[in-house]
Each structure stands twice: as structure tokens, then as C-alpha cells.
């Protein structure tokens, strides 16, 4: 059976791709330049090992001939060499050179299939001289936006990284819906927070709650560092509007919202520099494809606002809701101001914004002695610290790096180095390690293992010992506060449950329970 062209080109690529560089330069290229139109196509899988090659094997000066050869053979009769051409020249870089002539292409293209390889290419060596054909061009087609979509994002980060204006008050607050985002089980520590605080409760207005999601309007002008006060929340999303489960126009519905003038004021505002995003689809598989037709069509709408999955400082997030989808706008803020005292982590830490709601679930007592056995990076004594009211800190764990972490967590978040105590030790010898006597703790915070990472032999006769240790070193009226792996109570009557949520800890469930000494 006869081989058909497209599998001789791989069975040649295969074939020369392990030469080296040298052998392919001096025998191969002198013999495809020399051979017939025919003899060029069957041995087309030349070009494409030539890129390979170069890249993996070569000097920088036979990088720079092999691409001056890839750029003389974009000006070849034959499409299909021209293609393997421009496949292969991203891999060794662009130039100014190897743009003119591909951007020549696009004067008279051989049909649709090479305007979208000439569109791939661009995308990837592009640059101002792209940016002013295409414009020359004003060319609706797919292709050719996405290109000028990723050259433009491309500049982009060669300027000064954008970020966001954390500062910037926020003076369109009207008919402005925003949605704080958490894990769910989460929401009641985000509501709780929110009507506690001080200054934020008279500034925003709650609408509704529901799972991982806190709905709020802006009573008067603010700032997202306003919003950023809230340590519980996981992300800030502005509504940008919502599209129908039943919408026909799925895209072009997408698209409009995405451009619109309430996205663009707020990008505008909010970004220090060129304002590009990440579109995502959040619980949902979108295909790559539709992702890309979206964002095409946002662009030709509004072409300065980019679709840029890499180091973009907004997210466009569409979310599936009851009544349809809603199309939310996240500012990507990093690192997050709230924890910059996390100069360090271990693994299976606890989320910083859970840690935080444990914390505050915690409340304050006088002269607090707080101790957390697994204490690990450190987070929930850290957040509980910053509270106030506290006297003396105990963090322990079996676990040498763990310490050591903690030890640069406290530091950096400025915990007074005199109030903390830092012990390697089992949960089970605490006594003998850490001083703790019976009746001496305030409050006990803790992740213990949960089982999922790491196997624990007895998870049920660990979390059994827990609570007998916290029964027995709880000073009364003292708390245990802790993420419960399992559905079992304190088998000592001294502990009584004062509350518990059920919460997401990154894909599995878990209870968050605060439990009281009588």
C-alpha cells in the first residue's frame, strides 16, 4: 500500500530529527534545495527535523542559518513547504526578517487553511509590524484576532507587569453587584465577618448567601483594599451581567458582556497598565476551541481589552447559577496583601482564609495561652495572634521542617519572638516536651492529620487521643477549635460542641468544630 504523503513527512522527520546538526546543514538542506518540486515535497519532513534540530543541538550561530533558511522558504511556490516552514521557525525565535515574510503571505494566501498558519505564526514572533498589517487589513477573521489578540498581549509583558490598584476608589456603585467568593461552607465565616467589622458593615449591604458565595452591594465609594480587610473571603468578583440558560447566541452573549462598558470602567480603573485577562469556565468543562471563539469575539468588540492566559491581572469567570450563567470579573492579586507573612508553607497547610475564619470562630479571651500540636506553617496561630489578647504562644509538631517554617511565619508576621514557644514533639508527649500542665490552655487550634495524604493507621484513635488531651489540658471555659477528619464527637463529657461547619478543605469535606471546657 502506498504511503500517503502526510506519513512519509513523519517517517522522514522521524528519521533525521536524530542526526546531528552538521550532517542535516551540509548533506541534506544542499540536497533539498537542489531537487525537483516533487523531490521537495516527498522529503518536506526535512524542515521540520531542521527546527528541531537546531533548537536541541545547535550553536547560536547555526540556530541563526537555520532560521535564515526557514525564512527563505517561506517565499517557496509550494504551500505545503511554506507551512513546515512557518511550524517550524517559533521554535528558534523571530525576526524582523522572518515577520516580513510571512506578514508577505497575507497579501495573497493560497486559501483559509494557510491564512490560519500564517495567523499561528504570527501569534507566536510577532510584533509592531504584525500589529500594522493586521490593522491595515481590518480582517474579521478568527484566525487573524486571536493572533492580534496574542501579539498584543505579548508586548504587553515585554512593558512594565501589570498590576492591580488596590487603592482606587470605586465611585460606580450603583446597580454594582459583587460577589465574595469562598470555599464552600465558608460563606457563614465570610457573613460573619463582614456584619462584624467595623467600618466595612455600614459600607456594604449583604443580598443573599449561598454556597462559597457572600452577594453584596456597595453602599458608598471604596477600594478593594477595603474588601481585602476581610481575611475569610477567597476572591472578589464583579458581576458583569448574566447569560440565560437558554440564550441562543451563546458566544456573541458572552462576548457582550465581556466588552462591555461596565468591564471596561473597571479595568481601566483598576489596572496599572496594559488590562488583559484569563477567561475561565469555573465547574465546567468548556472545550479550548469555544474558550478562544469567546474571546475572539470579545476583541473585535473591544480589541484593548486582551484575552492573556498568561500573567493577566483580571480573570473573567463565568459561574453556573440557577438562572443562567453569571459572568464575573476577578481582579488576580499576588501575592495576596492579607498573608504576606506566608514567606514559607509545608504540605497539606492549612488555607489562609480558613485559618483565619478558626481564628475568629476562636473569639478572645485575657491573657490567652494558646497551643496548637500540629501547628505546621503556623497559620492559625498567626491569625489568631493577630487578634490580640494574647500572652503566650506553644506551637508543636512532630515534624522538623514544619517547625522551622513556623519559626520564619512568625517572624515575618512580626509575632513577638518572647511570647512564642516552637517544640518538636508528638501530640502525645507534650508534657515532657512543651511544660503544658493539666487545666493551663486557653485555647487549643489545630489541623491535625486528616488521613487524605498521608495514611494514618488509627485516624479514629488519633483524633480520639486529641480530645482526651484537650479534655485534660483546657483550662474551663477554655476552646478547641479544630477541622475534624471525622463524625465523632468528644468521648469526654467536660468538651461541649458550640458550633460546627461543614467545609470544602480543597476537594474533600471537612468539619470546622469549636468545642468549650465546662
Same mark, same amino acid.
Given at each position: 500500500?502506498?504511503?500517503?504523503?502526510?506519513?512519509?513527512?513523519? *517517517?522522514?522527520?522521524?528519521?533525521?530529527?536524530?542526526?546531528?546538526?552538521?550532517?542535516?546543514?551540509?548533506?541534506?538542506?544542499?540536497?533539498?534545495?537542489?531537487?525537483?518540486?516533487? %523531490?521537495?515535497?516527498?522529503?518536506?519532513?526535512?524542515?521540520?527535523?531542521?527546527?528541531?534540530?537546531?533548537?536541541?543541538?545547535?550553536?547560536?550561530?547555526?540556530?541563526?542559518?537555520?532560521?535564515?533558511?526557514?525564512?527563505?522558504?517561506?517565499?517557496?511556490?509550494?504551500?505545503?513547504?511554506?507551512?513546515?516552514?512557518?511550524?517550524?521557525?517559533?521554535?528558534?525565535?523571530?525576526?524582523?526578517?522572518?515577520? #516580513?515574510?510571512?506578514?508577505?503571505?497575507?497579501?495573497?494566501?493560497?486559501?483559509?487553511?494557510?491564512? #490560519? $498558519? /500564517?495567523?499561528?505564526?504570527?501569534?507566536?514572533?510577532?510584533? %509592531?509590524?504584525?500589529?500594522?498589517?493586521?490593522?491595515?487589513?481590518?480582517?474579521? $477573521?478568527?484566525?487573524?484576532?486571536?493572533?492580534?489578540?496574542?501579539?498584543?498581549?505579548?508586548?504587553?509583558?515585554? *512593558?512594565?507587569?501589570?498590576?492591580?490598584?488596590?487603592?482606587?476608589?470605586?465611585?460606580?456603585?450603583?446597580?454594582?453587584?459583587?460577589?465574595?467568593?469562598?470555599?464552600?461552607?465558608?460563606?457563614? =465565616? /465570610?457573613?460573619?465577618?463582614?456584619?462584624?467589622?467595623?467600618?466595612?458593615?455600614?459600607?456594604?449591604?449583604?443580598?443573599?448567601?449561598?454556597?462559597?458565595?457572600?452577594?453584596?452591594?456597595?453602599?458608598?465609594?471604596?477600594?478593594?483594599?477595603?474588601?481585602?480587610?476581610?481575611?475569610?473571603?477567597?476572591? /472578589?468578583?464583579?458581576?458583569?451581567?448574566?447569560?440565560?440558560?437558554?440564550?441562543?447566541?451563546?458566544?456573541?452573549?458572552?462576548?457582550?458582556?465581556?466588552?462591555?462598558?461596565?468591564?471596561?470602567?473597571?479595568?481601566?480603573?483598576?489596572?496599572?497598565?496594559?488590562?488583559?485577562?484569563?477567561?475561565?469556565?469555573?465547574?465546567?468543562?468548556?472545550?479550548?476551541?469555544?474558550?478562544?471563539?469567546?474571546?475572539?469575539?470579545?476583541?473585535?468588540?473591544?480589541?484593548?481589552?486582551?484575552?492573556?492566559?498568561?500573567?493577566?491581572?483580571?480573570?473573567?469567570e463565568v459561574y453556573p447559577e440557577k438562572v443562567g450563567q453569571s459572568v464575573e470579573l476577578r481582579p488576580r492579586v499576588q501575592p495576596d496583601p492579607r498573608f504576606t507573612y506566608r514567606v514559607d508553607d509545608v504540605p497539606?497547610?492549612?488555607?489562609?482564609?480558613?485559618?483565619?475564619?478558626?481564628?475568629?470562630?476562636?473569639?478572645?479571651?485575657?491573657?490567652?495561652?494558646?497551643?496548637?500540636?500540629?501547628?505546621?506553617?503556623?497559620?492559625?496561630?498567626?491569625?489568631?495572634?493577630?487578634?490580640?489578647?494574647?500572652?503566650?504562644?506553644?506551637?508543636?509538631?512532630?515534624?522538623?521542617?514544619?517547625?522551622?517554617?513556623?519559626?520564619?511565619?512568625?517572624?515575618?508576621?512580626?509575632?513577638?519572638?518572647?511570647?512564642?514557644?516552637?517544640?518538636?514533639?508528638?501530640?502525645?508527649?507534650?508534657?515532657?516536651?512543651?511544660?503544658?500542665?493539666?487545666?493551663?490552655?486557653?485555647?487549643?487550634?489545630?489541623?491535625?492529620?486528616?488521613?487524605?495524604?498521608?495514611?494514618?493507621?488509627?485516624?479514629?484513635?488519633?483524633?480520639?487521643? =486529641?480530645?482526651?488531651?484537650?479534655?485534660?489540658?483546657?483550662?474551663?471555659?477554655?476552646?478547641?477549635?479544630?477541622?475534624?477528619?471525622?463524625?465523632?464527637?468528644?468521648?469526654?463529657?467536660?468538651?461541649?460542641?458550640?458550633?460546627?461547619?461543614?467545609?470544602?478543605?480543597?476537594? =474533600?469535606?471537612?468539619?470546622?468544630?469549636?468545642?468549650?471546657?465546662?
Open positions: 500500500m502506498k504511503k500517503t504523503n502526510l506519513n512519509l513527512a513523519k *517517517e522522514i522527520y522521524k528519521q533525521l530529527r536524530t542526526e546531528s546538526w552538521e550532517r542535516l546543514w551540509e548533506r541534506e538542506v544542499p540536497l533539498f534545495d537542489a531537487g525537483t518540486a516533487e %523531490e521537495r515535497l516527498a522529503r518536506v519532513g526535512l524542515v521540520r527535523a531542521m527546527g528541531v534540530v537546531a533548537l536541541e543541538k545547535a550553536t547560536q550561530e547555526q540556530r541563526q542559518q537555520t532560521r535564515e533558511w526557514l525564512t527563505r522558504l517561506l517565499q517557496d511556490p509550494q504551500e505545503k513547504i511554506r507551512r513546515y516552514a512557518m511550524n517550524a521557525l517559533p521554535k528558534l525565535g523571530g525576526s524582523a526578517d522572518a515577520e #516580513k515574510a510571512v506578514l508577505e503571505i497575507l497579501d495573497q494566501p493560497e486559501g483559509e487553511r494557510e491564512v #490560519k $498558519n /500564517v495567523s499561528q505564526t504570527l501569534s507566536k514572533i510577532g510584533g %509592531e509590524a504584525t500589529l500594522e498589517k493586521l490593522e491595515e487589513l481590518h480582517d474579521s $477573521n478568527d484566525a487573524l484576532h486571536q493572533a492580534e489578540q496574542k501579539v498584543k498581549a505579548q508586548l504587553a509583558r515585554k *512593558e512594565e507587569p501589570a498590576s492591580i490598584r488596590l487603592d482606587v476608589k470605586i465611585k460606580e456603585t450603583r446597580k454594582l453587584r459583587i460577589h465574595l467568593r469562598t470555599r464552600k461552607g465558608m460563606e457563614v =465565616f /465570610v457573613r460573619d465577618e463582614l456584619l462584624a467589622h467595623p467600618k466595612l458593615k455600614s459600607r456594604f449591604k449583604i443580598v443573599r448567601t449561598s454556597p462559597a458565595c457572600v452577594a453584596i452591594t456597595a453602599l458608598r465609594p471604596f477600594t478593594l483594599a477595603d474588601l481585602y480587610q476581610l481575611r475569610t473571603i477567597g476572591s /472578589v468578583n464583579f458581576v458583569l451581567g448574566i447569560v440565560a440558560k437558554n440564550e441562543a447566541q451563546h458566544t456573541d452573549a458572552l462576548a457582550t458582556i465581556i466588552a462591555s462598558e461596565l468591564t471596561q470602567l473597571l479595568c481601566q480603573k483598576l489596572t496599572e497598565g496594559q488590562a488583559r485577562y484569563r477567561l475561565q469556565f469555573m465547574r465546567a468543562k468548556v472545550p479550548p476551541r469555544k474558550v478562544q471563539a469567546i474571546a475572539n469575539a470579545a476583541f473585535a468588540l473591544c480589541p484593548d481589552l486582551l484575552n492573556d492566559p498568561r500573567k493577566s491581572p483580571w480573570a473573567i497539606a497547610s492549612t488555607h489562609p482564609p480558613l485559618a483565619a475564619a478558626m481564628a475568629q470562630m476562636a473569639g478572645i479571651q485575657e491573657k490567652e495561652s494558646i497551643w496548637d500540636p500540629f501547628c505546621g506553617s503556623a497559620l492559625e496561630l498567626i491569625e489568631r495572634a493577630r487578634l490580640g489578647e494574647v500572652d503566650s504562644i506553644i506551637a508543636s509538631d512532630r515534624d522538623l521542617d514544619a517547625i522551622e517554617v513556623a519559626r520564619l511565619n512568625f517572624k515575618s508576621a512580626g509575632i513577638e519572638s518572647g511570647k512564642i514557644a516552637l517544640h518538636r514533639c508528638s501530640f502525645r508527649s507534650y508534657e515532657s516536651v512543651t511544660g503544658i500542665a493539666p487545666n493551663s490552655i486557653s485555647l487549643i487550634i489545630a489541623n491535625p492529620p486528616l488521613g487524605r495524604r498521608i495514611r494514618i493507621e488509627d485516624l479514629q484513635g488519633l483524633i480520639q487521643e =486529641f480530645y482526651q488531651i484537650a479534655a485534660d489540658t483546657l483550662r474551663p471555659g477554655g476552646r478547641l477549635v479544630f477541622i475534624n477528619p471525622l463524625k465523632m464527637d468528644s468521648p469526654d463529657p467536660s468538651l461541649k460542641l458550640e458550633a460546627r461547619h461543614l467545609v470544602d478543605i480543597g476537594g =474533600f469535606d471537612c468539619r470546622v468544630e469549636k468545642w468549650v471546657k465546662c
